[in-house]
């Protein structure tokens, strides 16, 4: 083969268990058939991308055994980057299970403080002013 292979490029961008942490935003065209959400828009980028990336490396003129060993190789890059994405992907999940368990023990408290604590406290507050003022009366009974 001759020449820069992009596909190569891109998987070795990759690396073999850590991805760049340089996040780009993309603003894709609306156009008709296109989902809303999300993370199906972002699934279409990404194969539209590695769609670009496989046309680029395959418009080079190269003969059939090299395109089918370029392909092989493109092919095992990408599988043996799967199984530390996956594992990356599995730990960012259990991140996000923890804050999600710390914000619904968090809303327990805030519920919990609103719902009971804070009545509770006007209600010793309230009976504290009455004791006072009761105490005051006894004070200026006994003084006179």
Not at 40 to 61: P, Q, S
Not at 79 to 91: D, I, Q, V
Not at 95 to 113: C, P, Q
């Amino acid at each position: 083969m001759t020449g820069a292979d992009p596909l190569s490029q891109a998987l070795e961008a990759i690396g073999d268990t850590t991805v760049a942490d340089d996040v780009v935003q993309l603003r894709l065209p609306e156009a008709p058939g296109m989902p809303e959400d999300p993370a199906a828009l972002r699934f279409l980028m990404y194969v539209g991308l590695y769609d670009l990336l496989i046309e680029a490396a395959l418009g080079r003129k190269l003969e059939d055994t090299e395109r089918a060993t370029m392909l092989s190789q493109a092919l095992a890059s990408v599988r043996s980057a799967e199984g530390p994405l996956r594992f990356a992907r599995s730990e960012r999940s259990e991140v996000i299970e923890s804050r999600e368990l710390v914000a619904r023990m968090r809303g327990r408290e805030i519920a919990l403080t609103n719902g009971w604590m804070i009545p509770r406290l006007r209600e010793d507050i309230t009976d504290y002013r009455a004791r006072i003022e009761a105490l005051r009366v006894a004070i200026a009974e006994a003084g006179r």
